[in-house]
């Protein structure tokens, strides 16, 4: 741990600048760190020591942060160099033709991409195409067991109905036989 002093604590809108970096980014960081309490790295490849609270508040939690006064330093040095305009730097033929180059990859690449759009677009178009036959066929296979499920519905009303006549005679039988059989036996002739 280094003696340095800390800065003062910050939210994640004023320190992100600060530290040279996206508010999401130092987000996504100050959570990993909650996490694992690792130094934090800075985008200059260089780990700063961090200290984080998440506050509650109304509209939602909020990151608090200070840092060591060391890596705010650094991280300003290195914007400073980063503004100074660099007077040796003039354009030449080879970074032209670089450029060029460049450009032509880039050309090749979106035709590689064009291309492969262009396949999965026709791949696609074959899905479609085949799945709404499959669509077709179950519709006319559903409208097929519709009909057959209607006729089998209509022929287990059928047998309901002869079932229940069936009964009743049977029940009208068995009272005839009662009928008789309640009778002595000398009256049955």
Known sequence: MSDDPWSDWHTVPELAPKLGMSQATLKRRLTLWS?????????NGRGAEVQAEKVA???????RARV?????????????DQDKPDSKATPSLTSAQGDAQGFLRLVEIERAERQKIAAENDTLRERAVRAETLADAQIQTISALSAALAAQEARAADLAQRLADAERDRDAERAEVRRLLARPWWKLW
Do not use: C, Y
Request: net charge neutral; no cysteine.
């Open 35 to 43: 996490r694992t309490g690792e130094r934090m790295l800075l985008p």
């Open 57 to 63: 508040r109304p509209q939602g939690d909020e990151w």
């Open 68 to 80: 060591r006064l060391s890596a705010l330093a650094q991280m300003a040095d290195q914007s400073a």
